[in-house]
């Protein structure tokens, strides 16, 4: 039951960190479209380049989440690929569950300096918002991708193939 119910909640973390990421990234393009088209004019919308650098945040730290559970980020495998299955399932669950520290022990070390910036009342200077606001994203994107690391060492331990993600079996030939 509980394992059920862990599915359908990542599948629907899938479906807000997909439409976020893809909103994210189209109007991120479309800024900074129109800011270099302003500038070609000399026009200048100072708002556009922190709210860039605010999506720009938001575009990493949620597309961490979202490589972690496809096996889409960069990982140096040359000596996993060539190990013998059993191997592979050791070392998967090794670094998937070291990787899930660091990813939580970050996620921990980010709220403690978004705390730090909402203490400090530091604002955007432009947008006139809380600097903090811009950067929350931060510690739930680390935390998601320790989320996610978890049910790749639980997806492991669970099953008799090779997990690389908690979505992605692995599948070198």
Known sequence: MAVDLL????????KIEEAVLCFGVGLLALLLI????ARKTGTLFHFI?????FLVILITFLGISYAVREASH???????????EKVK????????AVSAVVMIYMGYLS?????????LGQMAPTLGMP???GIIIVPVGF???????????LKNLTTKEVWVGSEKQSEYE
């Open 74 to 84: 960069v990982r140096m495998s040359a000596i996993y690929d060539v190990s013998p």
């Open 89 to 96: 399932k050791i070392m998967i669950l090794a670094i998937s």
């Open 131 to 133: 600097y903090w606001i």
């Open 34 to 37: 129109v800011n270099a088209v």
């Open 143 to 153: 935390f998601l991708a320790g989320v996610q690391y978890i049910l790749t060492v």
């Open 49 to 53: 380049d922190e709210l860039s650098m």
């Open 7 to 14: 599915k359908v909640l990542n599948k629907f973390l899938r």
């Open 111 to 119: 709220v403690e300096y978004v705390l730090r910036m909402r203490s």
